[in-house]
């Protein structure tokens, strides 16, 4: 099948601000990017030129064709960490739950954590998983094995095991899992943990660590890697503290890169006021907390933007704030808030914003995705990011409705998401405005 986009601007590491392009699709392959103007170069910051298809794509027939209309096209998002709640605890959110909402948001591969019950500690859970995915709607499902067995603390899980596995993961990583954390809490034993980077290693294997209390596993995990010589990846980074010992790491060589979550540029701790809606793990920090993870994120200590997508069932956040489990959704609003409180207020440029959501996530996982050129898998995103609307989690595909930013007014609307040229994601409200 061949799919033509026309009229979009790319936004991509190639170029250094948004490009008037259209791209053409065969196969699932993009096989052409067709430049509107002499120089790719060029800096657009007014609408492109309506230009006929034809004009574009000459005597090409299509058989889809979608105009893109002076949005952006992206490539597909890509987020390192999620909770998908399958197995064990589907009622909170599935795969196929997951995958449409992860679709809705823009995301094309997703990372889903292991605390599962089971966890995904064996090849089973894996084979699992992968087969539920392979039936979805085409988001592609990558898992993180847990570091020790049942998540215990004890025993190292198997990783060779999980790594020789036929997987998603396999296809587009070469590794059956592509990494192990212990989410959802630390390795207590430090001797349990050095073995597991150790192991992680020699097996090159990224190792995810939860760390809780935050500040405190940073520190000891960034001695344990400059040890070991593993790949390191800190989740839900949200301390000024955190921040500056990432940073100093960074400027040693430490082989560590780390992500923040939308929560914590977006809203502090006095914001709270007892709402189960906004209890996470790590919880919401004060406002210099939450400045120093914008500072991050403009100077790069802060590599990646992923959601920590946690959903739970309505009963279960209609708790009193002390009883609620911790968590909330994500897939279907962090490109919205992020182009809101970080683009449009100029602390990010488009494109470091994209960097942040595909290309050094892409880069993470040792994938050829998150950049759109010719040769490479037609996953993408077209956002419109004039597009303004009020967060309803009515609108949510996902399960959980347990979002921290309901009733605030966000930019950009997912309007296509693309995987291996099909599309997965139609926004069909669009046609009806």
Known sequence: MNLFIGNGLIVDAEYSSPVPAGIVIADGIITEVIFNHEKKEQSILTEPDKTDKRNIYGEREADIFIDAGGKWIVPGLIDLHVHLRDPGFEYKEDIYSGCAAAARGGFTTVCCMPNTSPVIDSPEIVRMIDKKARGGNGVQILCIGAITKKQEGNELADYEEMLSLQTISAEMTGRGICGISEDGMSVKDEGVMLAAMRKAKELGLTVYSHAEPEAAIVERDIKLAEQTGCRLHFCHISQKRSIELIREAKKNGSNVTAETAPHYFTLDSSQVNG????????????????????????????????????????????????????????????????????????????????????????????????????????????????????????????????????????????????????????NTKSDQE
């Open 275 to 426: 709402d189960p809606n906004k209890k996470m793990n790590p919880p919401l920090r004060n406002k210099e907390d939450v400045e120093a993870v914008i500072a991050g994120l403009k100077d790069g200590t802060l590599d990646v933007i992923s959601t920590d997508h946690a959903p739970h069932h309505e009963r279960e956040k209609s708790l009193s704030f002390a009883d609620a489990p911790n968590g909330v959704v994500g897939l279907e609003t962090s490109f919205q808030l992020g182009y809101t409180r970080l683009v449009k207020t100029g602390i990010l440029t488009p494109l470091a914003l994209i960097n942040k959501m595909s290309t050094k996530p892409a880069e993470i996982l040792g994938t050829e995705r998150g950049r759109i050129q010719v040769g490479q898998a037609a996953d993408l995103a077209i956002i419109d990011v004039e597009k303004q609307y009020v967060i309803s989690p009515s609108d949510f595909l996902s399960k959980g409705k347990n979002s921290p930013f309901i009733g605030m007014n966000v930019y950009g609307s997912i309007e296509y998401t693309i995987i291996g040229g099909k599309i997965v994601w139609k």
